[in-house]
């Protein structure tokens, strides 16, 4: 008998085995989208204002909506302020020049409405001082300015605003203008096809400047048109499958072009909230749709990561930012849900990116860190009930095994054992 019980639970043993190995427990999942953290606080709070990577690897903020300015260490993770413009600036534009000074540009002197400016600033870096560089030809907010190849930086776009007794007067700024900083000066391109505003600049891989969708007098609309520095000449470019405006543009790592989100008027739709996407092709100058996002955006940010990835953040309300993988044309959502918009988005040299103010709740005032390469700690998966089973029942049959094998118990039990019948021979 012993032998007996000791082979059930060998074979009760062996079945747990094989049990545990067809449904074992699955591998702990590593997140893969990254990690988020709160960075140290801003010293000012900030909005519609712009962030500049400098070439020692700090951060400058400038404006939005005072004349401040100051300077985040990624190193340290530390903030120290900066000197400060010599005017109040909110919704201008900050370039990073080939010299490594900074531009700011335009811009409003306050919150929505005031009076837009043309004058600019220079920031130094090495002596932490702002000087005044020449006024741009028209006064504008809301524009976009892009470095070009030749170290020059062209301004598109925006409003012209102007407060006075009798109310607000809005015109349209002139056309493009593209400032040299070796000669300090601005010059007006050739005429652009369209006016535009809340549009994006993309700087393409073989110099030219790609202008897409915006807003009109007629609203929203899905022309692009494409700059040439070189020849100082506008082309109208294929137009994009969605009339969007206050989107959002990247340059992918083979050239192509993703623009995102934004306002405008989905195909079969009613919300002027848009989640679509598409690429560009600059080299065969045709639009594609790719996969929609999951939640609509609007004065957010798109941010390339070093893995080929496209980060995007911010919208009105609670929501979650989103990772485009290119690869798998899919869209991921990652990070806890946030509440923040019209705030600045860069990316450091360590790769992780710095996200700073902004409007929504607690996002004045406040900066983050998102790590692609962050892996988050997982909870412990819960285990198979089937396991569970077979492990106990198991243990149960070698404790009654061990039992049998003592003297004494198997002596208490042929006293249990009935007696059976004398044995007869029947001829």
Sequence with gaps: MRRGLLASCSLVLISAAVIA???????????????????????????????????????????????????YDPAAN??????????????????????????????????????TLATTELYNPILNS??????????????????????????????????REGGLFPTQPPDAEVYDPTRNRWTVTSPMGSYRLNHTATLLKDGR???????????????????????????????????????????MANGDVLV???????PNALSIALTSAELYDPKTNLWVAVANMAQLHGGHS???????????????????PELYDPDRNVWLSTGPAMDRYLHTSTRLPSGKVLIVGGIGVEAFRSALLYDPAGVAPQNPL?????????????????????AMSLPAVRQRLRRWRPRGEPEEWIT
């Design 302 to 320: 798109a941010t390339l990561l070093g893995d080929g990835m496209v980060l995007v953040v911010g919208t009105l309300g609670h929501q979650r």
């Design 260 to 266: 995102a989100a934004g306002l405008g008027v989905e």
């Design 209 to 251: 400047v790609l202008i897409a969708g915006g807003q009109g007098d007629a609203g929203p609309f899905a022309s692009t048109e494409i700059y040439d520095a070189s020849q100082d000449r506008w082309v109208s470019a294929a137009p994009m499958g969605v009339r969007r405006s206050g989107h959002a543009a990247v340059l």
């Design 382 to 402: 819960a285990l198979d009930p089937r396991i569970v089973a077979a492990v106990v029942l198991a243990a149960l049959l070698l404790m009654v095994g061990m």
């Design 130 to 163: 702002w000087s005044p560089g020449a006024p741009m030809i028209g006064s504008r907010a809301g524009h976009t300015a892009t470095l070009l190849s030749d170290g020059r930086v062209l301004v598109v776009g925006g409003s012209s605003l102007v407060l």
């Design 78 to 115: 530390r903030w120290t302020p900066a000197a400060s413009m010599a005017t109040a600036r909110v919704d201008h534009t900050a370039t990073l020049l080939a010299n490594g000074k900074v531009l700011v540009a335009g811009g409003r002197v306050g919150p929505y409405p005031s009076n």
């Design 21 to 71: 190995g067809t449904w074992a427990l699955p591998t702990l999942a590593v997140d893969k989208l990254g990690t988020w953290s709160t960075a140290a606080s801003p010293i000012s709070g900030h909005q519609e204002h712009t962030a500049t990577l400098l070439r020692n690897g700090k951060v400058l903020v400038a404006g939005g909506p005072d004349a401040s300015a100051e300077l």
